[in-house]
């Protein structure tokens, strides 16, 4: 079974800096997620990625397979980015695998 | 864009009632998953759904929960005999063979 940390648990940040979320996994995968959960609870997926560097609008998510590390990172932030962030890992190599979640990151951004 | 539906949106229920909680998957998506949020706490996976059949369930997936497909096309997530801990956001996802994940919008249980 994938452990799945994630750091920090809380964020709080101004709007227009720069943000990160990092997320540790146990377990080698062919792919890990990034999701957004809003206040209402609805989960969104943001990018599913499996080497290198995958780039949404001011969205930005990173992974290093050797060392089990990805990243999530908002540029510009702006107080509608304020969510819970989870990465999400699949519990074998496959993709299609049922995903392991971490325990979130709450981003608030104010004005 | 097509999207997961999930019905209904709330729930409140008497513990030890059943409860039949519904979700429409994407059409042609093949992998069928049910998790839950208890709230506070972390996502965590019940059961997936693959060919019709369970392909895997974790420990919370005991006798008290069943999923059917009842035609063909639709998804149940039926919990009898409910307990004040089943309280929780109950998500269905589904996965196209590149593994990328469509969540539903969620129900939330409350058994009083």
């Known amino acids: 079974k994938n452990e799945v940390e994630q750091s920090p648990q809380n964020l709080t940040a101004q709007e227009g800096e720069f943000i990160t979320i990092n997320c540790s996994y146990s377990v080698g995968i062919s792919a890990l997620h990034w999701l957004q959960q809003h206040p209402g609870g609805g989960i969104v997926s943001l990018f599913m990625l499996s080497s290198g560097k995958k780039k949404h609008g001011r969205l930005i998510a990173t992974i290093n397979i050797q060392e089990k590390h990805s990243s999530l990172h908002i540029t510009a932030s702006h107080p509608r980015d304020s969510a819970v962030y989870i990465c999400a890992a699949p519990d074998s190599g496959g993709s299609n695998y049922k995903l392991t979640f971490g325990k979130g990151t709450l981003l608030t951004v104010n004005p | 864009e097509p999207e997961v539906t999930q019905t209904p949106s709330h729930q409140v229920t008497q513990m030890g009632q059943e409860v039949i909680l519904r979700c429409v998957p994407i059409?042609?998506?093949?992998?069928f998953y049910w998790y839950r949020q208890i709230l506070g706490q972390k996502v965590e996976f019940l059961v997936s759904f693959y060919n019709n059949e369970i392909s895997e369930k974790s420990e919370i997936f005991d006798d008290q929960f069943s999923v059917e497909r009842p035609d063909g096309s639709n998804f149940t997530l039926k919990i009898r005999s409910t307990k004040l801990e089943d309280s929780a956001m109950y998500f269905c996802a589904n996965s196209v063979p590149s593994g990328t994940q469509y969540f539903g919008p969620g129900t939330r249980l409350l058994v009083l």
């Open positions: 059409s042609n998506h093949l992998y």
